[in-house]
């Protein structure tokens, strides 16, 4: 089983590149091997490099290849058509069941051939987000300058070559050459196979396996921290930014001025993650330490002093600058910056973020009552939480919005509950972000979220595909969230209304509108799917059914799934799709088979029993669902199942009397309009 050892060394690739491209790699090359059973593939990413190891067959076996050409007794024109095409004469072909066949001999191909056939074309087409071009003489990409190839096949170099036809493709040609770290071992080194290579590179300080630098990172900064009784603040997505800029991570800690610390700890944290990278720390009771964390990318000869030193310095003045627009931001009211929203466009169609405002401000008013909200404080929440959009610290770290604007107003004397609604109303952010539990917070998120699914519907922007740009399945997942995990019971239709009453009026009665209540039910069934949830019969509760209350709906989900995990339950779904499919295949025939059966036609006690069960049972699930009191009506249907079970085991439905067989068609037909009080049971799975 030979070894590929293939890498791609770079100038720096953007850390957000490394992972997808090294998977892409491995990805690409294994489909184009193929043939040769490529196995054993891993994947490897870095700053500077891309590469892969796998092991794989040393030849592609031959084959024989039968190729079917005309008829015998074919017109000639239609066999010399065929041997030219071929480049044969007929001589070369066989007759195998009446047709001239050709059997052709395909020689085998050693790895070393097809791999320097493949790389050539798959590196011209890789899809690197962004490529860019250097040089003169190629028209040949890359996402940064390309520098070397190493491409060894049990230690020996397979010969690749970029050149094709006019275009040098850079003089780019595979050998066994790659370098280790930039500065501390620079200069091209020999390799002779993957653990060479691997091993090399270790001993001139690049770590190539992104995990074990993560680990390095994550590790490391935590003992630190934890030598001076502190923690790190969790960021998977900064430790995989670190990893992806250092090849030898060595974390150290730095020290911030006391003069800060009164600095928001959220302007501190962003602060130093997105202008430097660097880590920030706290103390056991989640106050912000007086420290900070970073990544070198060697270790300094010094123990890292002077290297601690200079980090400390330039976060000395990116916080200066934060400190500015801190001081600058406090010193106007907050409710001041709301006339400057009416010149932020929202929207082209929508108006501006002025505009926007007052229809959350109305928005949130109606919604207060129905949350146990204060009406007052819910409209002041949402006219001030767009208000920091217009603050030097917002404009500065996009990423602090609402969470200013909750200093600001505090700092201002608006009420604690319009300052934390402030903060939360962008909540949830994501899937690990929790939702707003105060009754103003939630007012408000949820008039945020509606305003933007209503607005833009209506404006035509609805997500297409794969494509989302206003994250508008984000917004219809944040309201059933905040719906679910607090229980609210709201007819979210009657809100889409109240919503687009407000819109520009060319737009109130866009044909858009109509697709919101369907659009928040997939996001729901897409997510109980997600959590491994029963999203069938969530389905099957919402078929013909015009409720939109996500708590009721999950109700009766919940006590039905729960009634399907009996017997009873799933003997009761097998007879009532059974009847469904009777009813289907009869009403094509000569259906709809509706109206009321007649009990003089019973002529079976099983009919009987059905019938009157039904007389009995429907009247007691009607009540029951009327009174949310779905137990209540899964157990009154329950209670059909002998009943059923004796009818399907006695009665023909399809019987040879015409007046006979309708009305048992009639009597199914009951049946079923009662299930369908609960649920539509053709759509449940099992």
Same mark, same amino acid.
């Given at each position: 089983? !030979?070894?590929?050892?293939?890498?791609?060394?770079?100038?720096?690739?953007?850390?957000?590149?490394?992972?997808?491209?090294?998977?892409?790699?491995?990805?690409?090359?294994?489909?184009?091997?193929?043939?040769?059973?490529?196995?054993?593939?891993?994947?490897?990413?870095?700053?500077?490099?891309?590469?892969?190891?796998?092991?794989?067959?040393?030849?592609?076996?031959?084959?024989?290849?039968? /190729?079917?050409?005309?008829?015998?007794?074919?017109?000639?024109?239609?066999?010399?058509?065929?041997?030219?095409?071929?480049?044969?004469?007929?001589?070369?072909?066989?007759? /195998?069941?009446?047709?001239?066949?050709?059997?052709?001999?395909?020689?085998?191909?050693?790895?070393?051939?097809?791999?320097?056939?493949?790389?050539?074309?798959?590196?011209?087409?890789?899809?690197?987000?962004?490529? &860019?071009?250097?040089?003169?003489?190629?028209?040949?990409?890359?996402?940064?300058?390309?520098?070397?190839?190493?491409?060894?096949?049990?230690? /020996?170099?397979?010969?690749?070559?970029?050149?094709?036809?006019?275009?040098?493709? =850079?003089?780019?040609?595979?050998?066994?050459?790659?370098?280790?770290?930039?500065?501390?071992?620079?200069?091209?080194?020999?390799?002779?196979?993957?653990?060479?290579?691997?091993?090399?590179?270790?001993?001139?300080?690049?770590?190539?396996?992104?995990?074990?630098?993560?680990? *390095?990172?994550?590790?490391?900064?935590?003992?630190?921290?934890?030598?001076?009784?502190?923690?790190?603040?969790?960021?998977?997505?900064?430790?995989?930014?670190?990893?992806?800029?250092?090849?030898?991570?060595?974390?150290?800690?730095?020290?911030?001025?006391?003069?800060?610390?009164?600095?928001?700890?959220?302007? &501190?944290?962003?602060?130093?993650?997105?202008?430097?990278?660097?880590?920030?720390?706290?103390?056991?009771?989640?106050?912000?330490?007086?420290?900070?964390?970073?990544?070198?990318?060697?270790?300094?000869?010094?123990?890292?002093?002077?290297?601690?030193?200079?980090?400390?310095?330039?976060?000395?003045? @990116?916080?200066?600058?934060?400190?500015?627009?801190?001081?600058?931001?406090?010193?106007?009211?907050?409710?001041?910056?709301?006339?400057?929203?009416?010149?932020?466009?929202?929207?082209?169609?929508?108006?501006?973020?002025?505009?926007?405002?007052?229809?959350?401000?109305?928005?949130?008013?109606?919604?207060?009552?129905?949350?146990?909200?204060?009406?007052?404080?819910?409209?002041?929440?949402?006219?001030?939480?767009?208000?920091?959009?217009?603050?030097? &610290?917002?404009?500065?770290?996009?990423?602090?919005?609402?969470? &200013?604007?909750?200093?600001?107003?505090? =700092?201002?004397?608006?009420?604690?509950?319009?300052?934390?609604?402030?903060?939360? %109303?962008?909540?949830?952010?994501?899937?690990? +972000?929790?939702?707003?539990?105060?009754?103003?917070?939630?007012?408000?998120?949820?008039?945020?979220?509606?305003?933007?699914?209503?607005?833009?519907?209506?404006?035509?922007?609805?997500?297409?595909?794969?494509?989302?740009?206003?994250?508008?399945?984000?917004?219809?997942?944040?309201?059933?969230?905040?719906?679910?995990?607090?229980?609210?019971?709201?007819?979210?239709?009657?809100?889409?209304?109240?919503?687009?009453?407000?819109? !520009?009026?060319?737009? @109130?009665?866009?044909?858009?509108?109509?697709? *919101?209540?369907?659009?928040?039910?997939?996001?729901?069934?897409?997510?109980?799917?997600?959590?491994?949830?029963? =999203? +069938?019969?969530?389905?099957?509760?919402?078929?013909?059914?015009?409720?939109?209350?996500?708590?009721?709906?999950?109700?009766?989900?919940?006590?039905?799934?729960?009634?399907?995990?009996?017997?009873?339950?799933?003997?009761?779904?097998?007879?009532?799709?059974?009847?469904?499919?009777?009813?289907?295949? /009869?009403?094509?025939?000569?259906?709809? %088979?509706?109206?009321?059966?007649?009990?003089?036609?019973?002529?079976?006690?099983?009919?009987?029993?059905?019938?009157?069960?039904?007389?009995?049972?429907?009247?007691?699930?009607?009540?029951?669902?009327?009174?949310?009191?779905?137990?209540?009506?899964?157990?009154?249907?329950?209670?059909?199942?002998?009943?059923?079970?004796?009818?399907?085991?006695?009665?023909?439905?399809?019987?040879?009397?015409?007046?006979?067989?309708?009305?048992?068609?009639?009597?199914?037909?009951?049946?079923?309009?009662?299930?369908?009080?609960?649920?539509?049971?053709?759509?449940?799975?099992?």
């Amino acid at each position: 089983m !030979p070894e590929l050892l293939l890498e791609l060394f770079s100038e720096e690739i953007p850390a957000r590149m490394q992972a997808r491209g090294a998977d892409d790699l491995l990805r690409l090359v294994t489909e184009a091997l193929a043939p040769l059973n490529p196995r054993n593939a891993t994947a490897f990413a870095g700053p500077r490099r891309i590469a892969l190891t796998l092991t794989l067959d040393g030849t592609v076996p031959g084959t024989t290849i039968a /190729e079917r050409g005309p008829r015998e007794g074919a017109p000639e024109k239609a066999l010399a058509g065929f041997t030219r095409k071929h480049g044969v004469t007929q001589d070369d072909l066989v007759l /195998e069941n009446g047709f001239w066949v050709l059997n052709r001999t395909v020689p085998p191909v050693e790895a070393a051939t097809r791999i320097a056939e493949i790389l050539p074309p798959l590196l011209r087409r890789f899809p690197w987000p962004k490529s &860019m071009r250097w040089g003169d003489g190629s028209a040949f990409t890359w996402v940064r300058p390309l520098r070397r190839i190493l491409c060894l096949l049990d230690g /020996e170099v397979v010969y690749v070559t970029l050149a094709k036809d006019e275009d040098d493709g =850079h003089g780019l040609h595979a050998d066994r050459l790659t370098e280790g770290h930039r500065f501390t071992a620079p200069g091209a080194f020999a390799v002779t196979g993957a653990a060479d290579w691997r091993e090399g590179l270790r001993a001139r300080q690049v770590l190539v396996d992104a995990a074990e630098r993560r680990a *390095l990172i994550e590790d490391g900064t935590a003992r630190l921290a934890a030598e001076e009784g502190l923690r790190i603040v969790a960021d998977p997505g900064l430790v995989d930014e670190v990893a992806g800029l250092t090849e030898w991570p060595v974390p150290f800690l730095g020290r911030i001025d006391e003069t800060f610390m009164d600095l928001p700890p959220e302007v &501190m944290q962003v602060s130093m993650r997105v202008n430097q990278r660097y880590f920030a720390l706290v103390r056991d009771d989640g106050s912000a330490a007086p420290r900070f964390a970073f990544v070198a990318n060697l270790q300094p000869e010094d123990g890292g002093a002077l290297t601690i030193a200079g980090n400390e310095r330039v976060l000395r003045a @990116r916080f200066a600058d934060a400190r500015h627009f801190w001081d600058l931001d406090r010193a106007r009211p907050l409710a001041s910056r709301i006339g400057a929203l009416d010149a932020i466009i929202f929207h082209a169609a929508l108006g501006s973020q002025g505009e926007r405002v007052q229809r959350i401000v109305r928005l949130a008013g109606l919604l207060a009552p129905m949350v146990g909200a204060p009406i007052a404080e819910a409209e002041r929440a949402a006219l001030l939480a767009k208000a920091d959009l217009t603050t030097g &610290m917002v404009g500065e770290f996009p990423e602090l919005q609402g969470v &200013m604007g909750s200093y600001y107003a505090r =700092h201002d004397g608006e009420p604690a509950s319009v300052a934390t609604a402030i903060a939360e %109303h962008y909540m949830p952010r994501g899937q690990t +972000d929790g939702v707003p539990t105060a009754p103003v917070s939630i007012a408000v998120a949820l008039a945020d979220k509606i305003d933007s699914l209503t607005a833009f519907f209506a404006a035509g922007e609805k997500p297409g595909g794969s494509g989302d740009p206003y994250a508008l399945r984000r917004a219809a997942l944040g309201i059933i969230r905040i719906i679910r995990e607090n229980a609210l019971r709201l007819d979210l239709v009657r809100l889409f209304v109240l919503a687009a009453e407000t819109l !520009p009026e060319t737009l @109130r009665d866009a044909p858009d509108l109509a697709l *919101l209540p369907g659009f928040v039910a997939e996001r729901l069934r897409v997510q109980l799917r997600a959590e491994g949830a029963r =999203h +069938d019969i969530l389905a099957a509760i919402s078929s013909g059914n015009e409720d939109s209350d996500i708590t009721r709906l999950l109700t009766r989900t919940d006590v039905l799934a729960a009634m399907l995990a009996t017997d009873d339950g799933q003997n009761l779904l097998a007879a009532t799709k059974r009847a469904a499919n009777i009813l289907r295949i /009869e009403d094509r025939k000569d259906g709809p %088979h509706d109206g009321t059966p007649d009990p003089t036609l019973y002529e079976q006690p099983e009919e009987r029993d059905l019938a009157n069960m039904l007389l009995e049972v429907t009247p007691a699930v009607e009540a029951a669902i009327s009174n949310e009191r779905y137990t209540d009506a899964m157990r009154e249907a329950a209670r059909l199942r002998p009943a059923l079970d004796r009818f399907f085991e006695a009665v023909t439905v399809n019987a040879d009397r015409a007046d006979l067989r309708l009305n048992r068609l009639r009597l199914l037909a009951e049946l079923r309009r009662m299930m369908v009080l609960i649920a539509d049971f053709s759509q449940i799975e099992g």
